[in-house]
């Protein structure tokens, strides 16, 4: 058979549903097999949309999902999804196609050097030089994409070997274990926690499991321990839980980090240095124990004391076992703090005013939201406000992204995760700089008919940025800009536009949205004038409670 059926087969295989993705004249061979397979085809109307999508599916069902584009242009256009996937581990296979590599009559004409343009940003990259190397070369893509940390990985298929005879055979996909730590470092860590007074728990973006949010939430029952979390590790422990003190959604001086300071061992669990830190590591701070599938990338903010290297949830259950809670362990501060951050984190949660405060649409997004809806978040200063004050109950029901932070991810992240829950309630929240990167994919959302919301937090500018620039005292300066019509602009694309002009409108309207089919987008003008008097004034006054 041609190769490029064999590669079609050798996906099917991998157990791949869909991909996303724009094809150009290099892929027809590719295409014309596809259409044959079982394999969904979803046309999106950039390639960033198609990467970003693929690297949702990923995230949440930690099988590689897989995006497509032609050469040249459409494969740069892949890169920022690569990273995207690489950084937050994130599974995704992305194939490109390239023109012949034996004869070609068109010279150097939209000839990129992609696969090493892919190198820096993926766990593996390959052009397919010859039919009988395909499958197992899928093979091999997918294993090293999966395998912890899981990334992007790519494949690069020239048009004239897509065309030509092969014969290879496909090859079984295994399950393969990840290994368990090692039983000395197991022993270490237990001692290390017994002989803490003030232990606290950690948990980061490699948590984000089925397996290992039941480890550690049997964990916290069993122990006792309070435990905060990383921006990429809300929902892995219901943050309804008593043991629950926040989120680290700054890197330092927020009135968790008071907590932080205080205990004197962290057990930090499935982050690494690509995340932004939840904290800084001192010499004279608390003693650090990295618990996760791979040793600690040591950094001058991050040089842990003691590695736990193995598979999440065997290492927490094993921890688990060997422990039980000690009479000398102090959490009384921790909870003196728990009730600070509450309490700091409520105001203004019930401000009516409009344009609506950020702290505001995050408790009527959050209170109309069911239990178990899914909310994707774009990149802004908004971010912050959601990780704060947006209590997750269940893992991977908050999506965010704090490795790469890209703009233009929200959308199609939300898109994904409706695709693949389609039961469950979606809302994408974006900046209006954000939306606007990727919006054109309303078209493809509509197209897929999906009941999903879309909020659009409209500040016309870079709200993020201008939070920046006040903070270091710069004026204001080149980041306001105008945009279009949100409302007629979601109707040219056959969605529901809305526009609320109240706080108590913004909340009805939400929830006629939410419980209507198809597409709404909602134009939400939004007021970020206390930004920098909370979250630069406020917390570098703020006193750590007694």
Known sequence: MKTSDLFVKALENEGVEYIFGIPGEENLDFLDSLQHSSIKLILTRHEQGAGFMAATYGRLTGKPGVCLSTLGPGATNLVTPAAYAQLGGMPMLMITGQKPIKTSKQGRFQIVDVVNMMRPITKFTKQVVHGNTICSTVREAFRVAMEERPGAVHIELPEDIAAEEANEHLYDVGNPRRPDADNAAIKSAIELIKHAKMPLLLIGAAANRKRASKALTKFVEKTGIPFFNTQM?????????????????????????????RADLIINVGHDVIE?????????GPKVIHVNFSPAQIDPVYFPQQDVVGDIATSINRLRDGLKPQDHWDFSYFYRVKDEVRTRLSHHSDDERFPILPQSAVAVIRDILPDDGILTLDNGIYKVWFARNFPSYDNNTLLLDNALATMGAGLPSGMMAKLINPNKKVITVCGDGGFMMNS???????????????????????????????????????????????????????????????????????????????????????????????????????????
């Open 276 to 284: 932004k830190p939840p904290f800084f590591m001192k010499e004279d």
């Open 440 to 546: 054109q994919e309303l078209e493809t959302a509509v197209r897929l008919k999906l009941d999903m919301v879309v909020i659009i937090l409209n500040d016309n500018a870079y709200g993020m940025i201008k939070w920046k620039q006040e903070g270091m005292g710069f004026n204001n300066f080149g980041l306001d800009y105008g945009n279009p019509d949100f409302v007629k602009y979601a109707e040219s694309y056959g969605a529901t536009g809305h526009r609320p002009t109240s706080h108590v409108e913004f909340r009805k309207v939400l929830e006629h949205a939410l419980n209507s089919n198809g597409l709404h987008i909602i134009d939400l003008a939004v007021d970020y004038s206390l930004n920098h008097s909370i979250l630069n004034e406020g917390l570098k006054e703020k006193i750590c409670i007694l």
């Open 233 to 261: 590790g809300k929902g892995v422990i219901d943050e309804r839980h008593d043991a629950y003190l926040g989120t680290a959604a700054l890197s330092d001086n927020d009135f968790l980090h008071c907590a932080i300071d």
